[in-house]
C-alpha cells in the first residue's frame, strides 16, 4: 500500500525567508500525481501545486516550487519569500494516474514569524 | 470557489442523535470523497464512491454511513452520535481518473463543522 510520510510536524519561518517542507512517499507504480495542500486557520482545503510523475521539470507556482526526486521518492515544497499568509497546516498527497484512492499525509504546521 | 458545496456548514447536536452531511460535487465529477478531521489532526478517510457506487473504504465506524445518488450528490448519514464525533467533515471531488479526463486532484467543499454535545 502507499504511504505518504511527512516527517516535521511543525516549522516556523521568518517572514520573507524561505522555507522547505519534506514529504516521502512509497509505491510501486511508476505512473502518479503528487499535490501539495494548504489548510489556513479556517480550515478550508486548498490546492497549493501539482506534479506529474513522468514530467521532470519540477512544477512552480508563484513563490511555491517542488523538488521532486522521483528515484528517491522525494516531493519537497520550498516556498519563497514567506508570507504571513503561508501560515497554515500543510498536507503532501499522493494519487495513482489511473487510480482514484488519496494517500494523504500527517501534515506539517507551519508557522511564520513577523 | 472549489465548486463543491457541503450543508450544511455548521452543525450542533446532542449524543445519541443522527444527523445527515450533504454534498454536491463540482460538475462532470463522478468521484465522491468524505473525510474526517478532528481538532489538530489529519485528514482521516471515510469513504469513497464513483458514479453511485462505493469504491473504498476507509476507517469509517458502523454508525456512519454514505450514499451517492443518480445526481451524483452524496449524503453522510452519523448516527449514535457521540461527543468524540466532533470533527470537520470535508466532502472531496475528482474526476474519474481515465486518461486524458483529469487534472489529477481532490477538490474540497469548505467543510460540515460538527459539534456533539
Known amino acids: 500500500a502507499q504511504t505518504v510520510t511527512q516527517s516535521q510536524p511543525e516549522m516556523s519561518v521568518q517572514e520573507a525567508e524561505t522555507v522547505t517542507l519534506s514529504c516521502t512517499y512509497d509505491?510501486?507504480?511508476?505512473?502518479?500525481?503528487l499535490f501539495w495542500y494548504k489548510q489556513p486557520p479556517s480550515r478550508q482545503m486548498i490546492l497549493v501545486i501539482r506534479?506529474?510523475?513522468?514530467?521532470?521539470q519540477n512544477a512552480t507556482e508563484n513563490r511555491f516550487s517542488v523538488n521532486f526526486q522521483k528515484a528517491a521518492k522525494s516531493f519537497s515544497l520550498k516556498i519563497s519569500d514567506s508570507q504571513l499568509g503561508d501560515a497554515a497546516m500543510y498536507f503532501c498527497a499522493y494519487r495513482r494516474s489511473y487510480g482514484q484512492n488519496f494517500v494523504f499525509g500527517p501534515g506539517t504546521r507551519l508557522s511564520v514569524l513577523p | 470557489d472549489s465548486g463543491v458545496t457541503q450543508t450544511p456548514k455548521h452543525l450542533i447536536t446532542a449524543t445519541g442523535q443522527r444527523v445527515t452531511l450533504r454534498c454536491s460535487p463540482r460538475s462532470g465529477d463522478l468521484s465522491v470523497y468524505w473525510y474526517q478531521q478532528s481538532l489538530d489532526q489529519g485528514l482521516q478517510f471515510l469513504i469513497q464512491?464513483?458514479?453511485?457506487?462505493?469504491?473504498a473504504k476507509g476507517n469509517i465506524l458502523e454508525r456512519f454511513s454514505a450514499q451517492q445518488f443518480p445526481d451524483l450528490h452524496s449524503e453522510l448519514n452519523l448516527s449514535s452520535l457521540e461527543l468524540g464525533d466532533s470533527a470537520l467533515y470535508f466532502c472531496?471531488?475528482?474526476?474519474?481518473?481515465?486518461?486524458?479526463?483529469?487534472?489529477?486532484?481532490?477538490?474540497f467543499g469548505e467543510g460540515s463543522r460538527l459539534t456533539v454535545l
Open positions: 509505491t510501486s507504480e511508476s505512473d502518479y500525481y
Open positions: 472531496a471531488s475528482s474526476h474519474s481518473g481515465l486518461a486524458g479526463s483529469n487534472t489529477g486532484e481532490l477538490f
Open positions: 464512491y464513483y458514479n453511485g457506487e462505493e469504491r
Open positions: 506534479q506529474e510523475a513522468y514530467k521532470q
